[in-house]
């Protein structure tokens, strides 16, 4: 039984999609700098977050996937690549307020991310 427990975070791991992968270092990378008080670091954690992000768009969320092909999966695709190339661009925009100097606009900036974040995951994740 105990060996049995032991294999399971092995297969969740397992059937892990090179997205979720990508997504979960994003989000390790945001919990980082939205805490983060040193710019030096903040910076190189929104860079990590960026390249998450840009790995991200060479994946299509499964939901989309999922789609019969025609143009609407040709607009969610489309519509999953502007809501990436928008994060990327929020993320450069947290590195750069970081090396700035400028935390108060990075904890603005980190309210505007976890907005996109929900409205992405309620647009592109399957439901559980």
Do not use: W
Not at 24 to 49: H, Y
Not at 83 to 99: I, K, N, Q, S
Not at 103 to 110: L, T
């Amino acid at each position: 039984m105990g060996l049995m427990a032991l294999s399971l975070p092995l297969q969740a791991e397992e059937n892990e999609t090179p997205l979720a992968k990508q997504m979960d270092a994003m989000n390790d990378a945001f919990k980082s700098f939205r805490k983060e008080t040193d710019p030096v670091k903040g910076a190189a954690q929104a860079r990590e977050a960026q390249q998450a992000a840009l790995n991200s768009l060479l994946e299509i969320p499964e939901r989309v996937k999922a789609m019969p092909e025609g143009p609407e999966k040709a607009k969610a695709v489309v519509a999953y690549h502007k809501m990436l190339g928008r994060l990327y661009v929020t993320l450069c925009e947290v590195e750069d307020a970081f090396l700035n100097g400028k935390m108060d606009e990075v904890a603005k900036i980190v309210d505007s991310i976890k907005e996109m974040k929900k409205s992405g995951h309620e647009q592109f994740m399957e439901e559980e």
